[in-house]
């Protein structure tokens, strides 16, 4: 018997089917393979676009979530990202949040980061605050919550009581710096972080040497903010600190201009006048002796290291140089002082500033 026989022509056909069922399968699951790895890893959104923000709202639907990405022009391919929400299963698990999409990201990567919820950071910078509607803005303009959501917690006696402050000290809380928060943080999360920072900050040497100069760390704050008023400089603050702490010091009325600002909220005003002066108000320290109640504004670093290491010397009075380059003359008596004062005040008409 032959074994190894020529097949059949009716064999040769069936195995020619079979291949040809074989190489079409093959061809079918590589092809299908291919999409399939297309749908979930070709670059689809932010196509050699920068990147972007997604800003997802608190409650919203797929539908708006798609929407914002069609009408943002974030997605270049709709049915795969379509069909790859549907396969993820994220059209039920929708998370608010900011999300950064990303310079040629692929619908994988955005599905992963949506459905985990894995939000991006934002960047708050605290500098240049004088009262607490401005502090207000700054952090609302990085959350989801609005402006008046957010003073009507930062003056809330009873908030500030929270965390050991008053209302006219509160502010002092907050350290300027550049802090990392989340969109849908809430404000319980954000006070939360400003004290923590707050506290890191006053550590032993710091709270040591406010106590050596007899002065609280709420108070070395409400004196740095003084400072930090009077100038930009900071080679000049240990100095001025050094003026306003002789003043304290011997119980004699600080006569802050900044303070008188502050009291009227006059914040465009180039000159004090007699209305500042006379102004009733206890942040008024022509009025009262002692500090204000409250800082006039959030004081840089620099400012509140200048009152902890304050320079000590004999001058009690300081003034604007009369060259207007923002530069201060330091005087022991008040004659002197006056002196210079004229002088400045003649550059300042001189310039035509009123």
Same mark, same amino acid.
């Given at each position: 018997?032959?074994?190894?026989?020529?097949?059949t022509?009716? @064999?040769?056909k069936?195995?020619q089917i079979?291949a040809?069922?074989?190489?079409f399968?093959?061809v079918?699951f590589?092809v299908?393979?291919?999409? #399939?790895?297309?749908i979930f890893f070709?670059?689809n959104l932010?196509?050699? +676009?920068p990147?972007?923000p997604?800003?997802?709202?608190?409650?919203?639907?797929f539908e708006?979530v798609a929407?914002?990405l069609?009408?943002?022009?974030? *997605? &270049?391919d709709?049915l795969?990202f379509?069909f790859l929400s549907?396969?993820?299963?994220?059209? @039920? &698990?929708v998370q608010?949040g900011r999300?950064?999409?990303?310079t040629?990201?692929?619908?994988?990567?955005l599905f992963?980061?949506?459905?985990?919820g894995?939000?991006d950071p934002?960047k708050?910078t605290? *500098?240049n605050?004088r009262?607490m509607t401005d502090?207000?803005?700054?952090?609302?303009?990085?959350?989801e919550i609005?402006?008046?959501s957010v003073l009507?917690t930062?003056?809330?006696?009873?908030?500030?009581?929270?965390?050991?402050f008053n209302?006219?000290t509160?502010?002092?809380?907050f350290?300027?710096?550049?802090?990392?928060?989340?969109?849908? =943080?809430q404000?319980p999360?954000?006070l939360?972080?400003?004290?923590?920072?707050? !506290?890191?900050? =006053?550590?032993?040497e710091r709270?040591?040497?406010?106590q050596a100069?007899k002065l609280?760390p709420?108070?070395? #704050?409400?004196?740095a903010?003084i400072?930090?008023?009077e100038?930009?400089?900071?080679?000049e603050?240990?100095? #001025?600190a050094?003026v306003y702490m002789?003043r304290y010091n011997? +119980? +004699?009325? !600080?006569?802050?201009?900044p303070?008188?600002i502050? %009291?009227?909220?006059?914040f465009s005003?180039k000159r004090v006048? @007699?209305? &500042?002066?006379?102004?009733?108000?206890p942040?008024?320290?022509?009025? +009262?002796?002692?500090?204000p109640?409250?800082?006039?504004?959030?004081?840089?670093?620099?400012?509140?290291? %200048?009152?902890?290491?304050?320079?000590k &010397? @004999?001058y009690y009075?300081?003034? %604007?140089?009369p060259?207007?380059s923002?530069?201060h003359?330091?005087?022991?008596t008040f004659?002197?002082? !006056?002196?210079?004062?004229?002088?400045?005040?003649k550059?300042?008409?001189? %310039?035509n #500033?009123?």
């Amino acid at each position: 018997m032959n074994l190894l026989r020529e097949p059949t022509s009716d @064999e040769k056909k069936r195995l020619q089917i079979k291949a040809g069922i074989i190489i079409f399968i093959g061809v079918f699951f590589a092809v299908f393979s291919f999409y #399939i790895y297309q749908i979930f890893f070709s670059d689809n959104l932010q196509i050699n +676009k920068p990147d972007k923000p997604l800003y997802i709202r608190t409650g919203a639907t797929f539908e708006e979530v798609a929407d914002s990405l069609m009408q943002g022009g974030y *997605v &270049h391919d709709r049915l795969s990202f379509m069909f790859l929400s549907k396969l993820t299963g994220y059209r @039920e &698990h929708v998370q608010p949040g900011r999300y950064l999409i990303t310079t040629n990201m692929n619908n994988y990567a955005l599905f992963k980061k949506l459905n985990n919820g894995r939000q991006d950071p934002l960047k708050l910078t605290i *500098v240049n605050v004088r009262t607490m509607t401005d502090l207000a803005l700054k952090i609302s303009n990085k959350l989801e919550i609005s402006y008046q959501s957010v003073l009507d917690t930062l003056i809330r006696p009873d908030v500030a009581q929270r965390y050991g402050f008053n209302d006219t000290t509160f502010i002092a809380m907050f350290l300027p710096d550049t802090y990392e928060i989340y969109w849908t =943080w809430q404000m319980p999360q954000i006070l939360s972080m400003f004290q923590k920072q707050y !506290l890191n900050f =006053w550590n032993q040497e710091r709270r040591e040497k406010a106590q050596a100069i007899k002065l609280t760390p709420k108070e070395v #704050i409400i004196m740095a903010s003084i400072v930090q008023a009077e100038t930009n400089i900071d080679d000049e603050k240990p100095r #001025i600190a050094g003026v306003y702490m002789n003043r304290y010091n011997g +119980k +004699k009325r !600080l006569q802050a201009d900044p303070t008188l600002i502050f %009291a009227t909220q006059d914040f465009s005003a180039k000159r004090v006048t @007699e209305y &500042h002066r006379y102004f009733k108000s206890p942040f008024n320290t022509y009025r +009262k002796i002692g500090l204000p109640p409250g800082p006039i504004n959030i004081p840089s670093i620099s400012s509140i290291e %200048a009152v902890l290491n304050y320079e000590k &010397h @004999e001058y009690y009075f300081f003034c %604007a140089a009369p060259d207007l380059s923002g530069k201060h003359l330091f005087s022991k008596t008040f004659d002197d002082h !006056l002196q210079v004062a004229q002088t400045y005040w003649k550059s300042l008409d001189k %310039a035509n #500033i009123h």
